[in-house]
């Protein structure tokens, strides 16, 4: 027979308190792009391709989504980031914003 | 307008004179003044975003003034040739997307100057002053989806 063996307990694990790195914690942003009756649908679309590398497929959908229902939201980033796509958006003459997403 | 060939390189339209002369005119336009300052945001109350819409607003004008430098070349002699009665555009990559940029920058601030209507069609005999800018916005329209269609008109002709 084998020996029997002494039970012993399983120590519990210590559970440390979760931990977020700073960028975890810094405030997110929706890119959005505003309606207008100015800019060509063709114009729009090109542009999210060219800015975001978009195939024209996700670009149409996000154009025609601004064009029906008045805004899309294109993108969620970090402050620095959002800010860049509005002054690339803006750049071309898009009517774009950043808005907290919280 | 049509194109005449495209590559890795860029591509070539050909024009015709009224054509040639209309996009040396109109570019030769730019920059109108622009008198609307852009907003960063539409909901953010954080005092932040008033810092990050100034300097939104300056680059912005810092890009419009890399744009007005390079608009004139795009229009010059090497670039917009004559070829016996016809003209022949050639344009680089960058070079198309500087284009456009400047053609719906003054689209832009055309609807802008006009009060920004939402219905852009003229009205029958607008007056001499809002002509111009409706003007402006036709042709600026024109050039715009003559450069971003005629690639794809040809994609679907050799395709077939």
Known sequence: MPPTLEPHTIPRPTIENETRSDEDLAPTYYVVCWNDPVNLMDYVTHVFMKIFGWQRQKAEQHMLEVHEKGKSVLIREGAEKAEFYVYQLQGYKLQATMEPAE | ?160
């Open chain 2, 1 to 160: 307008m049509r194109l005449l060939t495209q590559s890795e390189g860029g591509w070539r339209y050909q024009l015709s004179r009224g054509e040639a002369q209309a996009l040396r005119s109109l570019v030769k336009l730019f920059p109108i003044p622009a008198n609307v300052a852009v907003k960063i945001t539409k909901t953010d109350p954080d005092p932040q975003a008033a810092e990050r819409e100034k300097l939104l607003n300056k680059s912005l004008a810092e890009h419009r003034e890399e744009l007005r430098r390079n608009a004139q070349p795009l229009i010059s002699d090497d670039r917009l040739k004559i070829r016996g009665d016809r003209y022949v555009l050639s344009l680089g990559l960058d070079d198309r997307e500087t284009l456009l940029q400047i053609l719906n920058d003054i689209r832009v601030e055309s609807w802008r100057a006009l009060g920004q209507p939402e219905n852009l069609d003229p009205l029958t005999n607008p007056p001499e002053s809002e002509r111009v800018h409706h003007n402006r916005m036709s042709l600026a329209g024109y050039f715009e989806h003559m450069l971003l269609n005629l690639e794809e008109t040809r994609k679907a002709a050799t395709e077939r």
